[in-house]
């Protein structure tokens, strides 16, 4: 075989191994663009915020933050942005190429450059995050005590069941078990043929829930029709969301259908985003009136639509607008104290069960049998 035949085909694998199509990786677990962190962001647009506000112009603003800035990645994004800038691309753009912000902060920083009011825009989505992390942090109070407390009480039951129970059942031997301590030793029994594959499928449950919005929809959805204050608390937080962000870009010079499509963004994973799309489109293309549209295609409350007919009669529509994102804000915080207070009645009971499963699976048997043992030892 000569040289120039081995190269060939040598040649040729190559050529089929680059034509070889890849698997398509699942979506579940797709490795998502890593947005930065929230309290990263608001120190950021304040502080640049105020050095607009200083006068000082904006590629040197987003130069002088980046400088020294412990996040790398941080800084990555800021120095492509200052290049884009010096290149005389628009503000927006050089934030939208870097992929590390959302439509919101693009339309946001669009707003403000095209009305030259850019340190008013940057003031205003430091205001917005920080709004968004006090109410985030709030929800993950809300469910991170019955996701520590729940499987700390769960492992302890299967613990007393595969453990402690058998020694108690081998102390008795010889001894007839009947009525509820048969019914312990029995299911004492079953746990220990189960609790392995019970365990993983929870924590495959788990994993799922985590990773697929898809069903934390599902189970959001559940909820809200099962508990009527995981309803109101939902539907306050998402209309909060929605119409302080339609303010924030509709008072800062965005159009109202271009401002009604990106707060959109900001409740993507929910029904409400489908919905605004629509109103948006009727809005714009149709003509209908946007207290109109937001009535037939959205499902916002009755209060929602009566002020947004106020604001287009009198021409006060952004005024309307903080006035109801502020009523949804505190009708959000009141029905999270309430959830709260729901969630630690939940939390309570299910702990009162299992411990109450411990207790009698444990020393049930010993207090029953203890006179029958002692008679037979004598």
Same mark, same amino acid.
């Given at each position: 075989?000569?040289?120039?035949?081995?190269?060939?085909?040598?040649?040729?694998?190559?050529?089929?191994?680059?034509?070889?199509?890849?698997?398509?990786?699942?979506?579940?677990?797709?490795?998502?663009?890593?947005?930065?962190?929230?309290?990263?962001?608001?120190?950021?647009?304040?502080?640049?915020?105020?050095?607009?506000?200083?006068?000082?112009?904006?590629?040197?603003?987003?130069?002088?933050?980046?400088?020294?800035?412990?996040?790398?990645?941080?800084?990555?994004?800021?120095?492509?942005?200052?290049?884009?800038?010096?290149?005389?691309?628009?503000?927006?753009?050089?934030?939208?190429?870097?992929?590390?912000?959302?439509?919101?902060?693009?339309?946001?920083?669009?707003?403000?450059?095209?009305?030259?009011?850019?340190?008013?825009?940057?003031?205003?989505?430091?205001?917005?995050?920080?709004?968004?992390?006090?109410?985030?942090?709030?929800?993950?109070?809300?469910?991170?005590?019955?996701?520590?407390?729940?499987?700390?009480?769960?492992?302890?039951?299967?613990?007393?069941?595969?453990?402690?129970?058998?020694?108690?059942?081998?102390?008795?031997?010889?001894?007839?078990?009947?009525?509820?301590?048969?019914?312990?030793?029995?299911?004492?029994?079953?746990? @220990?043929?189960?609790?392995?594959?019970?365990?993983?499928? =929870?924590? #495959?449950?788990? /994993?799922?829930?985590? &990773? +697929?919005?898809? *069903?934390?929809?599902?189970?959001?959805?559940?909820?809200?029709?099962?508990?009527?204050?995981?309803?109101?608390?939902?539907?306050?937080?998402? @209309?909060?969301?929605?119409?302080?962000?339609?303010?924030? =870009?509709? #008072?800062?010079? /965005?159009?109202?259908? &271009? +401002?009604?499509? *990106?707060?959109?963004?900001?409740?993507?994973?929910?029904?409400?985003?489908?919905?605004?799309?629509?109103?948006?489109?009727?809005?714009?293309?149709?003509?209908?009136?946007?207290?109109?549209?937001?009535?037939?295609?959205?499902?916002?409350?009755?209060?929602?639509?009566?002020?947004?007919?106020?604001?287009?009669?009198?021409?006060?529509?952004?005024?309307?607008?903080?006035?109801?994102?502020?009523?949804?804000?505190?009708?959000?915080?009141?029905?999270?104290?309430?959830?709260?207070?729901?969630?630690?009645?939940?939390?309570?009971?299910?702990?009162?069960?299992?411990?109450?499963?411990?207790?009698?699976?444990?020393?049930?048997?010993?207090?029953?049998?203890?006179?029958?043992?002692?008679?037979?030892?004598?």
């Amino acid at each position: 075989m000569s040289e120039t035949t081995t190269i060939a085909r040598k040649s040729s694998r190559k050529v089929a191994k680059a034509g070889t199509k890849e698997k398509p990786q699942s979506t579940l677990f797709a490795k998502k663009n890593k947005l930065f962190k929230k309290k990263e962001l608001v120190q950021m647009f304040r502080s640049l915020a105020s050095m607009l506000r200083a006068q000082i112009n904006t590629a040197d603003a987003i130069k002088y933050y980046s400088h020294g800035h412990p996040n790398k990645e941080l800084v990555k994004a800021l120095d492509a942005i200052y290049t884009d800038v010096n290149k005389g691309v628009p503000i927006h753009d050089a934030f939208r190429n870097s992929k590390k912000f959302d439509d919101m902060t693009i339309g946001l920083v669009q707003a403000g450059g095209d009305a030259g009011q850019l340190d008013t825009a940057f003031a205003e989505l430091g205001k917005r995050i920080k709004s968004d992390m006090f109410f985030r942090k709030k929800v993950r109070k809300l469910i991170m005590m019955p996701c520590v407390v729940i499987p700390i009480l769960i492992g302890a039951f299967i613990g007393s069941q595969v453990k402690i129970v058998p020694q108690v059942e081998k102390m008795m031997v010889g001894i007839e078990a009947k009525g509820l301590v048969k019914l312990s030793f029995d299911v004492s029994h079953v746990v @220990q043929k189960i609790w392995p594959m019970v365990v993983l499928g =929870l924590l #495959s449950i788990a /994993i799922v829930i985590w &990773k +697929s919005d898809a *069903v934390k929809n599902t189970i959001m959805n559940l909820a809200m029709a099962k508990f009527r204050v995981v309803k109101m608390m939902v539907m306050s937080l998402r @209309q909060m969301t929605i119409l302080s962000t339609i303010k924030l =870009l509709y #008072s800062n010079g /965005i159009n109202l259908a &271009k +401002s009604l499509r *990106v707060s959109a963004n900001s409740v993507k994973t929910t029904p409400f985003y489908a919905e605004m799309n629509k109103a948006a489109d009727m809005y714009e293309k149709a003509g209908v009136p946007l207290s109109a549209a937001f009535a037939k295609y959205t499902s916002v409350d009755p209060q929602v639509v009566h002020m947004l007919a106020i604001g287009e009669r009198s021409a006060s529509l952004d005024t309307q607008l903080g006035m109801l994102s502020e009523m949804f804000e505190e009708d959000a915080e009141q029905l999270m104290d309430d959830f709260s207070q729901f969630i630690s009645l939940v939390v309570m009971v299910i702990a009162v069960v299992l411990i109450a499963a411990v207790f009698l699976g444990t020393f049930m048997p010993i207090f029953m049998m203890g006179p029958q043992m002692m008679q037979e030892a004598m």
